[in-house]
């Protein structure tokens, strides 16, 4: 068994089976297909992937709506595909993370049709009821405004004859997380799918399910001791086993979601205040957005963060000042079809950089040199692009572009019977964009992308050292560093689209040495630590100090 703290020094990847190769020509990707795929994740470096929902569903809100979490959804496979699965990416040193959707369930779950059929079953008290619709709260409004009537969250149901409470959409009713009943289910969830394997889980809508639900609680006693349960039970089975946590937070709160200074809750957090900050930066082309926002981020106890460029959902700017999400808006998600939610953008990394590469490389470079583990949506490796044609997030969630065989070489089905239509045409099309053209090119993207990813692994500073921000002389240039016992890692980023001449200072003192690890950069010691630096547009570099 690895160290427990294996994610300081990993690269993760997420994929929706669904979307990313179907072995058996029926339009739907498959666990089968993920194992023909083993060799490119192999090859690819990471260290584990997070799959997304992949139980038996109605698929009203792609898999988020689960109605039975102790299967696979017959499309996908069986739980020996499943297994084997595991199996395979094990062997190769993959581990695998999935979602536990615990915050509610689909309204065709066996515990709320019982719960709204049988006012005496045991499954009633599984969900949150009134009689009567409580007032509207701002502090627990749909988390889909615009797309929810009203933005309610309670929904009259005939049969049950009373209200039922929901966060997400009406056919997703959250359960009563207060219910010793309903985590001790939770709890057998996580010990199943650990004995089958997995590395640890992705706790979705984790903020949500630590607020109060009933109409009469304005707050719980013990927030966070539902998240530390579950983190005891994890680790009754798996020592090594993680949570990653969906915390989408003010950054005051979210150092609470580790624990204390031993542990004892979640081991990763999705980092969504970093993730607007850094696209910020993109956007204006300044270090300012990203300087505040790791200032402002607190130390994790003893965990860390998880960061990522984009993930399944929108990208979600809430976090940034009015001003400063307009900037963001107007430069990558201009026309009202690019957003959603009036918070967030419904593209792709690629596009909204122009499929520029060296901004493309600028920004994972950037993504890659954060504090934290690092993760990368399927496809951004290559610089896919979206489908604005399809609604709401699935606009991001097309299928993988394998080649330039019909279908992107996803799958042999008919066009007609995808899960999802392929992205055809244009710059993004998977006639331009593929791995395949992309493996025979050695400037390519995905080329780059496997060094990066190499690079990181072997830079160890990052996931454990401390962080420091690098003053320079230059408000369009982003420099930082981490001190280790041996060597100092430091990094530059011009995130302009203009060449820039920037002092520096690596920390090299007296007789140090200053070796370039990543990137081309021309530079010449200026004084004793410091070093002036000629950067072409967004061009970034990482040195080793000895």
């Known amino acids: 068994m690895d160290s427990p703290a294996w994610y300081r020094d990993a690269v993760v990847y997420g994929i929706d089976v669904e979307a990313f190769n179907d072995s058996d020509g029926d339009g739907v990707g498959d666990f089968q297909g993920l194992i ?11 260290s584990a992937v997070w799959l997304l929902p992949f139980y038996p569903s109605p698929n009203r809100d792609n898999g988020y709506d689960v109605t039975d979490y102790y299967g696979v959804d017959p499309r996908l496979g069986t739980l020996g595909d499943f297994v084997e699965f595991v199996d395979a990416a094990a062997n190769r040193g993959i581990r695998v993370l999935i979602d536990l959707v615990a915050n509610h369930t689909s309204d065709q779950h066996p515990w709320f049709q019982s719960a709204r059929s049988d006012p005496t079953s045991k499954y009633r008290d599984y969900y949150v009821w009134a009689e009567e619709p409580p007032p509207p709260d701002p502090r627990r409004g749909s988390v889909f405004p615009g797309e929810v009537t009203d933005s309610r969250v309670w929904t009259y149901d005939h049969e049950a004859g009373a209200y039922y409470y929901h966060r997400f959409y009406p056919f997703q009713p959250d359960l009563n997380l207060t219910n010793p009943a309903v985590r001790d289910e939770i709890y057998k969830i996580l010990k199943f799918w650990l004995e089958l394997g997995v590395s640890g889980f ?6 949500l399910m630590i607020q109060p639900k009933h109409p009469e609680t304005d707050e719980l006693d013990d927030p966070h001791g539902l998240l530390r349960s579950l983190k005891r039970h994890v680790l009754e089975r798996r ?24 542990g004892g809750e979640m081991d990763l957090l999705m980092n969504f205040q970093l993730n607007a900050h850094l696209v910020a930066a993109l956007a204006t082309e300044r270090a300012d957005p990203l300087i505040d926002c790791l200032e402002r981020l607190p130390d994790p106890p003893h965990g860390t963060w998880t960061n990522f460029l984009r993930n399944y959902d929108e990208l979600n700017l809430g976090a940034l000042s009015e001003p400063l999400r307009e900037r963001v808006f107007e430069r990558f998600a201009p026309e009202s079809g690019m ?31 954060m504090p934290g583990m690092p993760l990368v949506l399927y496809g951004d490796e290559i610089g896919m692009g979206e489908d604005l044609s ?18 992107a070489g996803f799958s042999t089905a008919r066009p007609d019977d995808l899960v999802t239509p392929v992205v055809r045409g244009g710059e993004f099309g998977y006639d331009r964009v593929n791995v395949a053209a992309q493996r025979a090119d050695p400037e ?8 990066l990813i190499a690079t990181r692994k072997e830079t160890r500073e990052i996931g454990n050292r401390p962080y420091e921000t690098v003053g320079t002389d230059d408000t ?4 930082h560093r981490f001190a280790g016992e041996e060597r100092t ?9 203009a060449s820039r001449a920037v002092s520096v200072d690596l920390d090299a003192g007296p007789g140090g040495h200053v070796q370039p690890v990543l990137g081309s950069p021309t530079y010449r010691r200026e004084r004793e630590g410091t070093y002036e630096m000629d950067l072409d547009p967004y061009e970034y570099a990482w040195f080793e100090v000895h």
């Open 36 to 46: 023909e795929k083993i060799e490119y994740l192999d090859r690819l470096g990471v």
């Open 202 to 207: 992705r706790v979705d809508a984790a903020t």
């Open 239 to 262: 020592g090594d086993g993680v949570l990653l946590a969906e915390a989408d937070d003010e950054p005051h709160r979210l150092r609470s979601y580790f624990g204390d200074d031993d």
């Open 339 to 369: 957003r959603i939610y009036g918070r967030g953008i419904r593209r792709r990394l690629a596009p909204m950089l122009g499929g520029d590469t060296d901004r493309l490389k600028l920004a994972f470079s950037l993504l890659f040199s």
């Open 390 to 407: 399809l609604p709401g997030r699935r606009s991001v969630r097309t299928p993988m572009q394998w080649d330039e065989r019909p279908n």
């Open 444 to 451: 390519s993207l995905l080329n780059w992308m496997e060094r």
């Open 476 to 479: 369009g240039t982003f420099a």
């Open 489 to 497: 890692v430091a990094f530059v980023h011009n995130l302009t689209e």
